[in-house]
C-alpha cells in the first residue's frame, strides 16, 4: 500500500512540480534580434512610431533634422511604454510623467536611467534595429 501511494505521490508531484517552476523562472533570452522594423517613410522628421522586435517594444524617432534614433520603450521607471511627443520634442511616459530628451536622457520625473539606445541601422530605406 505504501509503494501505491509513493508512487501515485511521485506521479502527481512531478507535472505540479514542472508547471510551478515553469511559471516561477523567467523566459530565457535568445540573444539579439536584428529586423527591419519600419522604413524612413514611415517615420518622417519630428514624430516617433512604436514597434515591436523580439517581444520588447521599440520608439522609433526622427529628430526635427532628420536623424533616426531607436530606444527599448520601457520606462525606467516600472517599465511603461513611453511616446514620442511631436509638440514638445519630447518622450513621456504618462503613467508617472516622466519625461526624457530625444537622446533618451531622463530629464523629469521618477525614472532613474536614461532610455537604452538600440543600434540602428538605415538599408535601402529600411530601418534596422537590434535588441539584445
Ligand atoms: S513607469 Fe514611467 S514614470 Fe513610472
Request: hydrophobic share 40%; proline share 10%; net charge neutral.
Amino acid at each position: 500500500m505504501n509503494i501505491l501511494l509513493l508512487g501515485w505521490t511521485v506521479v502527481t508531484a512531478v507535472p505540479f512540480l514542472s508547471t510551478v517552476f515553469r511559471y516561477a523562472s523567467p523566459p530565457k533570452r535568445k540573444g539579439p534580434v536584428t529586423a527591419a522594423v519600419a522604413t524612413t517613410g514611415d517615420i518622417p522628421p519630428h514624430t516617433g512610431k512604436t514597434v515591436s522586435l523580439g517581444n520588447r517594444p521599440v520608439l522609433l524617432i526622427t529628430t526635427p533634422e532628420g536623424q533616426q534614433r531607436a530606444f527599448l520603450a520601457n520606462c525606467t521607471h516600472l517599465g511603461c511604454v513611453v511616446r514620442y511627443r511631436e509638440e514638445e520634442n519630447d518622450i513621456f511616459c504618462a503613467c508617472h510623467n516622466s519625461v526624457f530628451d530625444i537622446e533618451g536622457n531622463n530629464i523629469s520625473g521618477p525614472a532613474p536611467r536614461p532610455l537604452p539606445q538600440l543600434p540602428i541601422e538605415i538599408d535601402n530605406d529600411n530601418i534596422i534595429v537590434t535588441v539584445s
